[in-house]
């Protein structure tokens, strides 16, 4: 049984940081990439970055790019978002996910390549 867990999130300030884990367990984690979405009340889920299997390339949407980083560490089937110079705008229920594939698709952001999907951990970011 896929199990995919985050934790992490919590409160933060304007210009703050946060560093959100996704722990895997059943599945075979260096196989696969990996990717971290959020979805604001009353908005679509939107995908924030997303990882290969390797590790070796990463993506970011634009509204993130210079702030957030996206990294994995194989050995512990665990996946990170470091989170810096946060905004209100990334108030959102983070989830991380996992793809059906080795390689991040161009359509990653999407989502519909992911398979496996973690409960999700609030962040929330004031002014």
């Known amino acids: 049984q896929v199990q995919l867990v985050e934790s992490g999130g919590g409160s933060a300030q304007a210009g703050g940081s946060l560093r959100l884990s996704c722990t895997a367990s059943?599945?075979?984690?260096?196989?696969?990439?990996m990717g971290w979405f959020r979805q604001a009340p009353g908005k679509e889920r939107e995908g924030v970055s997303c990882?290969?299997?390797?590790?070796?390339?990463?993506y970011q949407i634009d509204s993130v790019k210079g702030r957030f980083t996206i990294s994995r560490d194989n050995a512990k089937n665990t996946l990170y978002l470091q989170m810096n110079s946060l905004k209100p705008e990334d108030t959102a229920m983070y989830y991380c996910?996992?793809?059906?594939?080795?390689?991040?698709?161009?359509?990653?952001?999407?989502?519909?390549?992911?398979?496996?999907w973690g409960q999700g951990t609030q962040v929330t970011v004031s002014s």
């Open positions: 996910a996992s793809a059906r594939s080795y390689y991040c698709l161009n359509s990653w952001p999407l989502g519909a390549d992911f398979g496996y």
């Open positions: 059943g599945l075979a984690f260096d196989e696969y990439a």
């Open positions: 990882i290969r299997a390797s590790g070796g390339r990463t």
